[in-house]
């Protein structure tokens, strides 16, 4: 097939998809959500009786989940099959017909859609009853940690000012390209602002790199854990050992006893389930990746910690484990950024919520008065908080 059919014919089909790509773009300028999109188109392409979709809607737009369940409609129409794996359980009522659940690679049983309640399904994932999904913990919040007065990039946000203090949960919400992650890039020196000021401990800082970031005392679990957190031929190991090699080298030499009993004990902590720590990262589940590269900034000890979509992929289980983690970072003393799309997770782990709409800065919610409702009216610039 010549160059101009193909185009012509991936044109037609993000047409009919209402997906709006350039068939000549390159994969890696696409964002993540994009790249999803591109994924799915490619499966319809195929005209196959049966599409397997793992986990489509981990970095799309509400908008594009709603788009893709209506494709997903229309193919069950024309007699298309699909297997839909998911740990986001508000999109099983939607668009399935039976639902089956796996745990620890075992086989747990198969349910009707519509003859399931949610708690029911969580004690099929998890194995145990939960009656409280978030738990926060109180905990001292004490000085600014982290100041950021006026930071811009052009093109991406600006004039963005916050603080986050010792102890406290503050929450970054807003539509995908909103501007959240860039900001958080920003401060942790991945692509340097144009203009404005980072203060930390209360020393105004000049980072430029992530190593000055980290030096800082901040770590950065970025929302892309196969793509820019992870180093996949890797072990589980080196994974959670790379930010902090220096601390394990003398003489030129690694103290690989101490190697393995800090990262022995941090499986321990976070329930990484390995088959050991020589184990390649890459065959272990979503949620077990995710804790050792939480490990990782743990073995660093950050006084600032941003995480970027902490629990993105992962199963219930794994995402109660990360929440009590954030708590307990919380209460010594930490200060910690969580950057989600999921409006229950941040205002169930924040103390306080800051809203993106359009690279700017919308407002902020206290704990107490922010609602799901709130920050979709900031986020999608209808209102103007202070």
């Not at 964002?31 to 599409?51: D, G, N, W, Y």
């Not at 913990?137 to 100041?147: H, P, S």
């Not at 800082?216 to 790379?242: A, H, W, Y």
Request: aromatic residues 4%; charged residues 30%.
């Amino acid at each position: 097939m010549k160059q101009r059919e193909m185009e012509e014919n991936t044109r037609r089909l993000f047409e009919r998809l209402e997906i709006d790509i350039d068939p000549r773009a390159k994969m890696i300028d696409l964002s993540i959500a994009h790249t999803q999109m591109v994924e799915i188109a490619k499966a319809i392409s195929r005209q196959a009786k049966l599409i397997i979709m793992d986990e489509p809607t981990s970095a799309i737009t509400e908008k594009e989940v709603q788009h893709l369940f209506s494709i997903i409609r229309s193919l069950k129409k024309e007699g298309v099959s699909m297997i839909y794996i998911t740990h986001k359980m508000e999109e099983l009522a939607q668009i399935t017909d039976e639902i089956t659940v796996l745990r620890d690679g075992k086989y747990v049983g198969t349910r009707p859609s519509d003859r399931i309640s949610k708690e029911h399904l969580i004690e099929m994932m998890v194995g145990r009853e939960l009656h409280h999904v978030f738990q926060k913990k109180r905990a001292d919040i004490g000085e600014v940690v982290l100041a950021v007065n006026r930071l811009t990039r052009a093109g991406k946000f600006a004039d963005v000012s916050f603080e986050v203090r010792r102890g406290e949960v503050v929450g970054f919400a807003g539509l995908m390209g909103s501007g959240r992650t860039e900001v958080m890039e920003s401060v942790f020196g991945i692509v340097p602002p144009d203009s404005g000021e980072i203060v930390v401990k209360g020393r105004k800082t000049a980072i430029r790199s992530p190593r000055d970031a980290i030096r800082c005392g901040m770590g950065f679990l970025t929302e892309d854990r196969k793509g820019t957190g992870l180093f996949l031929p890797l072990s589980v190991q080196d994974n959670m050992i790379t930010v902090n090699i220096d601390r394990y080298t003398t003489c030129g030499f690694l103290n690989a006893g101490q190697i393995q009993a800090d990262c022995r004990q941090q499986c321990e902590q976070l329930a990484i389930k390995t088959p050991s720590l020589s184990q390649t990262i890459k065959y272990l589940s979503g949620g077990n990746q995710q804790k050792a590269l939480l490990a990782r900034w743990l073995l660093h000890d950050p006084d600032i910690l941003i995480l970027d979509e902490p629990t993105r992929g992962i199963d219930v289980g794994a995402k109660l484990e990360i929440y009590q983690l954030i708590a307990d970072l919380a209460q010594k003393g930490k200060a910690i950024v969580v950057i989600s799309s999921e409006l229950p997770e941040i205002l169930g782990v924040s103390d306080r919520v800051i809203v993106m709409h359009e690279g700017r800065k919308m407002g902020e919610l206290r704990r107490e008065e922010a609602t799901q409702e709130k920050i979709m009216q900031l986020a999608t610039g209808e209102l103007i908080a202070s």
